[in-house]
């Protein structure tokens, strides 16, 4: 057996009477690591002033970073079903860390071009295999509860930031002695960010070595005790039929699911990405100082992991309850509203503004969450990991969406730094009509057609 070998399926295949709640820890492992992606605003402004460039120029390494995310999940996801989760996470890690020694390399010597290349492209297919390959595991392992099940495996990345912010800010300022974050205004030096990077590819390569070497697989035909897979058809939206990864995207529920994924996900982007100078900005003073600190800022986005990390858990859980269909009618019609009152009222108080993002973000969230066990109500659980990569592509393009509208209202609107709530209105204003096409989209789902579905399941782990 080559050194390789320890990472094939048939090497994670759980013993009877293996506990299947070990499984969901090492999930977590690698979600925590690579959801750092979301706390990239704390240190945004720092790369903007050590690159000399806009803030559009610098929100293209997020957005670079998400585009590879869903390219690679789309491209990879009958490989990760077919090679098993320990591989993936293997292969994921590898990109993960690799894209950070780059972006150190790309900070350190001021070559932008690298940080795109590092953190962006290869970090980003590292995001998207590790983001795939423990959901339909856990599907695998929680058939009785699948909302629970995609809601602990994708709470971690929300969660990611929870952890990132504040070690990042701690981390800078020690990098860098000059750098402040109770001063509003302070920023650290790029050669500070680069040691960060550098401290987060360590960090993370031991997590997720952790988190492959800890994953199984369960045997074929192994089911919860006392589970009858007969009950899961109670609700018309719920399939027992199979449907291969081929013909779901043939399916016109694949394209209505991904403008409702796209859509909730450009409105949650739009504030993550700029969530830290945003609360800054929204509260800014007539003498041009903002109220809240960097320090407060950095607190906020730890915030936002929060909610957007109990989100995925809290209401992925409830959708077991109430069905997949009619959460997202809470997370798109409740989320417009409350996006509107954010662009409207949210300047009045801190404690609104960050009620009001808490609860988009909470969102956000919860519709990652859900949307995999939402795929396998309509199509089965025959590679549903496939057709969640697939989907994700609708991630990539939100990458991309989110940033630019909100970047580039603010790039017409001034300088960074000087901004006011008023610059923000237009972008936010626009996140509401985004929500609306998806609260529609949403309505129009209907159970799959039996035309697209397989005569008879085939083995696990076979591709099409």
Same mark, same amino acid.
């Given at each position: 057996? !080559? ?15 293996? $506990?299947?709640?070990? /499984? ?5 492992? /690698? ?10 605003? /704390? ?28 390219? @690679?999940?789309? =491209? ?59 959901? @339909? ?19 971690? #990345? ?6 990132? @912010?504040?070690? %990042? ?32 590819? =360590? ?38 039929? !199979? ?39 929204? #509260? ?5 100082? !903002? ?48 996006? #509107? ?6 300047? /009045? %108080? ?56 909100? $970047? ?9 730094? $000087? ?22 989209? $949403? ?22």
């Amino acid at each position: 057996m !080559s050194v390789l070998g320890v990472l094939d399926r048939q090497r994670i295949v759980a013993p009877p009477g293996f $506990n299947r709640w070990l /499984v969901p820890p090492a999930a977590l492992a /690698v979600h925590l690591c690579i959801g750092q992606v979301y706390a990239t605003s /704390v240190y945004k402004t720092a790369l903007v002033q050590h690159f000399d460039v806009s803030q559009t120029r610098i929100g293209l390494v997020f957005s670079i970073a998400i585009v590879m995310l869903g390219l @690679s999940a789309a =491209v990879c996801g009958t490989w990760v079903d077919r090679s098993g989760p320990r591989k993936a996470m293997a292969a994921s890690a590898a990109c993960w860390v690799t894209g950070y020694l780059v972006g150190a390399l790309g900070i350190a010597i001021g070559q932008l071009w690298l940080l795109y290349l590092g953190y962006g492209v290869i970090g980003g297919i590292g995001l998207g295999i590790g983001y795939i390959s423990p959901v @339909s595991t856990l599907i695998k392992w929680f058939p009785d509860r699948p909302g629970l099940a995609t809601g602990m495996a994708i709470m971690g #990345f929300g969660g990611g930031a929870l952890i990132a @912010s504040p070690l %990042s800010t701690r981390l800078l300022s020690a990098y860098d002695p000059a750098y402040d974050s109770t001063v509003a205004g302070s920023a650290p030096a790029g050669s500070a960010v680069a040691l960060l990077f550098l401290t987060f590819a =360590v960090v993370h390569a031991l997590l997720m070595s952790y988190g492959a070497a800890t994953i199984r697989v369960p045997a074929e035909g192994w089911a919860p005790a006392g589970f009858d897979p007969a009950t899961v058809k109670r609700r018309s939206m719920v399939t027992t039929a !199979s449907v291969s990864a081929r013909n779901a995207i043939r399916t016109p529920q694949f394209y209505l699911l991904w403008i409702v994924l796209f859509c909730n996900v450009t409105a949650g982007i739009g504030i993550l990405e700029q969530a830290s100078p945003m609360i800054q900005d929204f #509260f800014r003073g007539d003498d041009g100082v !903002s109220t809240v600190t960097v320090a407060a800022a950095g607190g906020f986005v730890g915030l936002l992991s929060m909610a957007n990390m109990a989100g995925r858990f809290v209401w992925s859980s409830t959708s077991d309850v109430i069905g997949r269909k009619p959460i997202y009618v809470v997370y798109l019609g409740v989320g417009l509203v409350t996006y #509107f009152l954010l662009a409207t009222f949210g300047q /009045v %108080s801190t404690a609104l503004f960050v009620l009001f993002a808490a609860i988009i973000l909470s969102f956000y969230g919860g519709g990652f969450a859900t949307v995999p066990a939402y795929l396998r109500d309509l199509f089965g659980t025959f590679q549903v990991g496939a057709i969640h990569g697939r989907l994700l592509t609708a991630w990539s393009a939100a990458g991309i969406a989110g940033p630019l509208i909100v $970047n580039g209202f603010l790039d017409a609107q001034g300088d960074p730094g $000087n901004l006011t709530a008023g610059a923000y209105r237009p972008a936010l204003l626009t996140m509401v009509a985004v929500l609306a096409v998806g609260f529609v989209a $949403n309505l129009l789902v209907r159970p799959v057609a039996e035309r697209f579905h397989e005569p008879a399941r085939p083995a696990e782990g076979s591709a099409r």
